[in-house]
């Protein structure tokens, strides 16, 4: 029943016009957004998008780190398939020959360009952002990215400038006068406008780099004044002056708390933890002088933390915005497909830790909003207005949308016989089917539609990730949460149903490349319905054995066993 409503759709939905598509992946946003309803979030450029859209509610990410997300999601193939999980190995040269995204729509006759960060750059990417392979024109990088890391970030005018986490500037004293998410805006909107008039559709991707650490953005977005122009900021500053009350700042640091309670729950193991690495070397984090693993950073901090996060949000929305309207000056809008989503999400002293690099809610659940010239379109007789979908998606499923909505769908992958993989890892090649350009997540085409109609359409039973450990206990050397390859030695398998959260962690061995789930390390159960936030582990509780028993196997079965009615693979 599934396949032949599934293909009806596909079918009515592809005879319209075809498309142009716009992908813009934002670099570690969590759901920080107001259309997701979080009160913290002053985001009114990505609401205008969200206002003609399917807004997807739960969508999450494969592995809460950027270069394996980004190949997951770019090649449709989850982190076990590609069996890359750090940022050291391409998967062309030490897996398979995958298509991706970009390349199977350059092969059907699409213009695709990167601009920004799309793939991860560097050995993920073969330091050419998988070129020529995906890209029709070279991939753009901002040259002031060089000087990210500069120590630039003045705390207050006694103390020299430095490598900070918190990083507020004004643009005009940076180098270059610019920052990269500026000259990626840039970059875009000329690509725009070269293809404005040409009759090739394109594949566009646009990578925006923060909220991504350190938080560097033109301290003007902790403001409301950044909605007005430069020439009046000086008589809106005296006015603000006058009348604090009526031109009160978007993120004052006043309204920010960090989550209660601010602690690692009591009866989760170690390994799920991670000690957020990358915000130590940061001078401002350095200076608290922590103990490493468990000191806390402190709530006076951890406010700062979440004010510059949000802070750079509203300036990568501003961006987003400016982007849309160019859209709409070159008459391309209303031809062009709008998907906004992020590699992963962020944790904001969640379980009194910060960063990505676990298997929680927070690190996996990422923003994904589809804005289709197909709403609209009176075949389908599609209303235009914004419609929040709850059913459970993950990121593997943007390439099959896009390839559908392309008219060029792609299978669903088949599934390769377990023997032959572990022989074929015993034997140092690479084992993969003849057929690679194929799908390990479905088309959202069919829960659009199913949402336009308002009808209820049966859906996956679980959204399911991972993340790589070196060890239990958390260490310094080797990353606890970059691992290398050769470092793992555990593995945390998760699932998300409607109510459910459940994590395994298994004994992995990098050289056979597969789990021991006869070696089972730890485990966490979390019930949604009561406890959102997964701060109480009920693993424990007795009455929770069946239902363990029965996630787990959900789990070790894996993504096909949860796919809606009886799909072919």
């Avoid at 979080?38 to 990410?61: G, Q």
């Avoid at 729509?105 to 952002?129: A, E, M, Q, R, W």
């Avoid at 969640?350 to 960063?355: C, D, R, T």
């Avoid at 998300?496 to 597969?514: C, S």
Wanted: contains cysteine.
């Amino acid at each position: 029943m599934f396949l032949i409503l599934y293909s009806m759709i596909s079918i009515v939905w592809c005879t319209a016009q075809q498309h142009n598509f716009l992908l813009i992946i934002v670099d570690d946003l969590r759901p920080a957004l107001e259309c997701y309803g979080d009160k913290n979030a002053y985001t009114p450029n990505i609401n205008r998008l969200a206002e003609n859209a399917a807004v997807f509610s739960r969508a999450y990410a494969q592995q809460a780190l950027c270069a394996p997300s980004r190949n997951s999601f770019l090649t449709s193939k989850r982190p076990d398939s590609l069996q890359l999980y750090d940022f050291y190995s391409y998967w062309r040269k030490d897996v398979g020959n995958f298509t991706t995204l970009p390349q199977h729509l350059k092969n059907s006759g699409y213009v695709t360009k990167s601009i920004g960060k799309v793939f991860h750059p560097g050995i993920s990417s073969n330091h050419s952002d998988d070129s020529p392979y995906s890209w029709t024109e070279v991939p753009f990088h901002p040259y002031t990215e060089k000087y990210k890391d500069l120590p630039v970030c003045q705390t207050n005018f006694h103390i020299p400038p430095a490598q900070n986490l918190v990083c507020p500037v004004k643009v005009s004293s940076m180098l270059n006068k610019t920052l990269p998410d500026m000259e990626i805006l840039k970059e875009a909107k000329h690509f725009l406008q070269t293809v404005a008039n040409d009759p090739t559709p394109f594949f566009l991707a646009v990578g925006f780099q923060k909220p991504h650490i350190p938080f560097k953005y033109p301290k003007k977005y902790l403001s409301k004044l950044y909605l007005y122009h430069h020439l009046w900021q000086i008589v809106f500053n005296i006015v603000r002056n006058i009348y604090k009350e009526y031109f009160s700042e978007h993120h004052p640091l006043r309204k920010f708390k960090v989550p209660d309670p601010y602690e690692w729950p009591e009866n989760v193991s170690s390994i799920a933890y991670n000690p957020w690495i990358d915000l130590r070397k940061r001078k401002d984090i350095e200076s608290l002088n922590l103990n490493f693993p468990w000191e806390r950073i402190p709530n006076s901090f951890g406010k700062l933390i979440m004010q510059s996060y949000y802070a750079a949000v509203s300036y990568i929305d501003d961006l987003i915005g400016k982007l849309i309207d160019r859209l709409d000056i070159l008459s391309i809008r209303k031809n062009t497909t709008i998907i906004l989503t992020s590699d992963h999400g962020w944790s904001l002293g969640e379980h009194a830790v910060w960063a990505k690099y676990s298997n929680y809610d927070v690190a996996l659940r990422v923003p994904l909003i589809i804005s289709t010239s197909g709403i609209g379109d009176s075949a389908l007789n599609l209303p235009k207005k914004q419609m929040v979908i709850d059913s459970l998606v993950e990121l593997v499923d943007i390439f099959p949308t896009i390839a559908d909505l392309a008219n060029i769908p792609i299978p669903i992958c088949r599934n390769e016989n377990e023997n032959e993989r572990k022989n074929a890892t015993r034997m140092k090649r690479v084992f993969t089917r003849p057929e690679l350009v194929c799908s390990e997540g479905v088309s959202l085409v069919p829960l659009i539609a199913a949402a336009i109609k308002q009808e209820l359409l049966p859906w996956k039973k679980a959204a399911f990730g991972q993340y790589p450990r070196p060890g239990i206990k958390p260490s310094m050397n080797p990353n606890s949460d970059e691992p290398r390859f050769k470092q793992i030695k555990a593995m945390g398998y998760t699932l998300r149903t409607d109510r459910y959260r459940y994590t395994a962690w298994l004994k992995f061995n990098p050289q056979t490349r597969v789990p021991n789930w006869n070696l089972l390390i730890a485990e966490e159960l979390y019930d949604h319905e009561m406890d959102k936030n997964e701060n109480k582990n009920l693993v424990v509780f007795p009455r929770y054995q069946k239902l363990k028993e029965t996630l787990r196997t959900l789990l070790k079965r894996g993504w096909r066993y949860a796919l809606p009615g009886k799909m072919d693979f």
